[in-house]
């Protein structure tokens, strides 16, 4: 399936049609933007009484039904759809929400905005930032963007950095007990905090030139302000729903949803957001790596939830390429993240035909696998199958 490029529908047209709606069906891509997109439009709907569905998915594909009203978030799809292209869909979700009459929640369209790698206040997110700030649900403070207040828990499992201590929590916490930092963080601890960060970040091992400039969308955070958010900055809640899209789409969906998310709930996004982060980052700790024109290849051992994240890591932090490609080629899968839209859902589709395997993604990431890599038997996968497919997608970019 190619993806389109026809523009999102303005936030007046899209409410208009939702408020008519029966019944609505939103579907949502694998990524924390767009689980917070869908939460954004499902608490409308819920507010306005208008009864829908929410799922998550790869390669999303609109299915109205009969007398539903069928809406993707993050691709391309469908009659009706919020893309996601050129801006955070978080944004015009939080807009559309808006129009309909609700009061949406802005926190959870900024960390939408992080997830999506953009910064708050920026690509259409004023408005929310905005409403944050005056009803001082957020504060800007030096420091790092995690979602926990223990900060060796935050730094081992973070995917907005990648540190020589990322996914080893033993190994950050001797790092923190260097610095000396006091068990009630000012402003100056936070600073201290920060730097520590992002030295760390710049002279890892095989840090890349762009590893200085990703690192800084976790510096300087919007901190969460008393109730205002389960997590304690919104870079942090965005690193929680983009694990949790991968890792639990349904957790993700009904933290998103949740306008006061039980402490069970918190917990449980806790818990697979730092199983996630540390696999992601172990996975790139023992991962072979190749350099091409174009293109920087990981070959991984990694869970098909965790390969993007590798690949997105790989592309933050360690490639000197504008392509990271994650492999895990006894399964048979493959993960690519690019720098900017170049075009790799359709790449990826292109290069699994080629060998009969599934392709999936959107502009700037997306994935293949064999065929037999998502069915029980993953011995029918071969490292053929997916090693000719990365040839494949390496000539497409």
């Known amino acids: ?52 569905q929410v799922r998550v998915s790869r390669d999303p594909t609109p299915d109205a039904g009969d007398d539903a009203v069928a809406v993707t978030v993050g691709a391309d ?65 030096p420091g790092v963007a995690l979602p926990t207040a223990d900060l060796a828990d935050g730094l081992a499992a973070s995917t907005l950095v990648r540190t020589p201590y990322s996914g080893d929590g033993e190994a950050a916490r ?12 000012d402003d100056d601890a936070h600073r201290r905090l920060a730097s520590l960060v992002a030295v760390d970040v710049a002279d890892a091992e095989g840090a890349s030139a762009r590893a200085a400039s990703a690192v800084e969308r976790a510096l300087r955070p919007y901190a969460t302000v008393g109730d205002a958010a389960p997590f304690e900055t919104v870079g942090g809640y965005a690193d929680v729903l983009d694990a949790l899209a991968r890792e639990a789409p349904g957790t993700g969906v009904a933290l998103a949803l949740d306008a006061d998310p039980s402490d069970g709930l918190r917990t449980a996004a806790l818990d697979a957001w730092r199983t996630h982060g540390l696999a992601a980052h172990r996975a790139l700790d023992d991962a072979a790596t190749g350099r091409y024109d174009g293109c920087f290849v990981v070959r991984a051992d990694a869970a098909e939830s965790v390969l993007p994240t590798v690949a997105r890591l790989a592309r933050d932090f360690r490639s000197p390429e504008p392509v990271a490609v994650a492999v895990d080629e006894a399964a048979g899968r493959l993960a690519a993240a690019a720098v900017e839209p170049l075009g790799i859902g359709d790449a990826c589709r292109s290069a699994a035909t080629e060998f009969g395997g599934d392709g999936w993604g959107t502009a700037d990431r997306g994935g293949s696998a064999a065929d037999g890599a998502d069915g029980d038997d993953e011995s029918e996968a071969t490292d053929g199958d997916i090693t000719g497919a990365l040839a494949a997608l390496r000539e497409a970019l």
């Open 174 to 185: 001797a790092a923190l007990a260097d610095v000396g930092l006091p068990a009630d963080l």
């Open 1 to 52: 399936m190619t993806e389109a490029t026809s523009a999102t529908p303005a936030p007046d047209a899209l409410a208009g049609v939702l408020a008519d709606a029966p019944f609505v069906r939103l579907v949502a891509t694998d990524d924390g933007d767009a689980v917070a997109a869908a939460g954004l439009l499902a608490r409308a709907l819920r507010a306005v009484g208008t009864p829908f």
């Open 77 to 141: 799809r469908g009659p009706h759809a919020i893309t996601g292209a050129g801006r955070p869909a978080s944004t015009d979700a939080f807009a559309t929400a808006r129009a309909l009459g609700d009061d949406p929640d802005p926190v959870v369209a900024l960390a939408g905005v992080v997830a999506a790698g953009s910064v708050p206040g920026t690509d259409g997110s004023g408005d929310a930032l905005e409403m944050a700030e005056r009803s001082e649900r957020v504060r800007r403070r």
